[in-house]
């Protein structure tokens, strides 16, 4: 079983849509967790950051973790074609060795 | 936080041979990383490379085959030895954007194809 496992899509929405991304993860001394979003081509990008339970919001990103379901999602609210991309949950205990799920493919049509 | 140069971005190599990735930070960092990412696979941790010392590998990557150079606080470099075509993936260096953890900053990769 890997430790953060991530469905790999793609994911197609429409323009506007509320779009809804998530992981499991297995390691209950996860207690870092990250979104990163990579544009075709390019590293990956840090989108959101959050520490243990609980909700964060950041323009129209809002990034969840249920520790109690080691479930970790990521909403976003008003999708634009520019989101679409693939997004990439990580998470760690505390130290540098950050483990990564395989990441999802967004598409958001005009 | 750090902008990070990565050359080449891409790269065709004929299988036995070596290429070797330079990863240039604008800032001062203690620790680089140096990660692969193979296709509908997660990133994976190669290593991690501190100034002043060997680079410490993850298990499954060996310094042979992957040698790696620190000189200063923002350069390194990450050479793949004797190429065969499994080797084909997107290598990407990252720095730690706050220390303690905090996500990375990836620098753009470089997509190597083994022929």
Redesign the interface.
């Known amino acids: 079983q890997?430790e953060?496992e991530q469905d790999?899509g793609p994911l197609s929405v429409p323009e506007g849509a509320i779009v809804s991304l998530n992981c499991t993860y297995s390691n209950s001394a996860f207690q870092?967790f990250?979104w990163?979003r990579q544009y075709s081509?390019?590293?990956?990008?840090?989108l959101m950051?959050t520490y243990s339970s609980g909700n964060k919001e950041d323009g129209r990103f809002t990034a969840q973790v249920d520790k109690s379901s080691k479930y970790i999602s990521l909403f976003i609210r008003d999708s634009q074609p520019s989101d679409s991309a693939t997004y990439?949950c990580?998470s760690?205990t505390?130290?540098?060795?950050?483990?990564?799920?395989?990441?999802t493919r967004l598409f958001v049509k005009a | 936080s750090a902008v990070?140069s990565?050359k080449p971005?891409r790269d065709i190599c004929q299988r036995g041979t070596s290429l070797t990735i330079q990863c240039q930070v604008d800032s001062q960092v203690t620790?680089m990383?140096w990660y692969r990412q193979q296709p509908?696979?997660?990133?994976t941790?190669i290593a991690?490379a501190n100034q002043g010392s060997e680079a410490t590998y993850e298990s499954g990557f060996v310094i042979d085959k992957f040698p790696i150079s620190r000189p200063n606080l923002t350069f390194s470099t990450l050479t793949v030895s004797n190429m065969s075509p499994e080797d084909s993936s997107i290598y990407?260096c990252?720095v730690?954007?706050q220390g303690?953890?905090?996500?990375?900053?990836?620098?753009?990769?470089t997509?190597l194809t083994v022929v």
Do not use: C, N, W
């Open positions: 890997k953060v790999p870092y990250m990163y081509r390019k590293g990956p990008e840090l950051y990439l990580a760690h505390g130290g540098f060795k950050t483990i990564f799920g395989a990441g | 990070i990565q971005s620790m990383f509908g696979q997660s990133l941790l991690t990407l990252s730690d954007r303690a953890g905090y996500g990375y900053t990836f620098g753009s990769g997509r």
